[in-house]
């Protein structure tokens, strides 16, 4: 996973993983990424705040079976709502993640070649300078 760039703050069903150097030693790099071992047996909600200082902005993130891809399944915006990371928090009415400028860069550079499924998602602005929230709701299924 990466956020372009930086990554703020990153929820697993609800409960906030430090964004420390020890989790995300790439935290501060959008062309590296960081993997995360993810630890509860059941995902029901992911929730990252990132931050866009110019230009292209995002998050992509994968697992290698595509349980977990960064694909318009995910909800993003720049709006900050109370309790946006939590798992019984609705945000169906979230906008769609928009698939932004991003997309060209990441086709010609690390991390995540052409042939990665995965996308960069934004909010539907694409915004060029700002914080966005992406979040989305998992189907209970046993990871371990
Ligand atoms: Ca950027």
Redesign the pocket.
């Known amino acids: 996973m990466s956020v372009?760039?930086e990554i703020r703050e990153f929820y697993v069903n609800g409960n906030n993983v430090s964004v420390v150097p020890a989790t995300f030693p790439h935290a501060l790099q959008?062309d590296v990424p960081d993997t995360y071992i993810l630890t509860c047996g059941v995902l029901y909600v992911l929730a990252i705040k990132g931050w866009?200082?110019?230009?292209?902005?995002g998050f992509i993130a994968s697992t290698p079976d595509h349980y977990i891809l960064t694909n318009n399944s995910w909800k993003c915006t720049t709006t900050y709502y109370a309790d946006w990371y939590k798992t019984n928090y609705d945000a169906s009415f979230w906008p769609d993640a928009h698939y932004g400028i991003a997309q060209a860069e990441a086709a010609e550079s690390p991390p995540f070649p052409t042939t990665s499924a995965a996308m960069w998602i934004t909010d539907p602005t694409d915004c060029l300078k700002c914080i966005f929230y992406c979040r989305k709701t998992f189907t209970s299924k046993s990871l371990i």
């Open positions: 372009d760039n959008w866009n200082n110019e230009n292209d902005g």
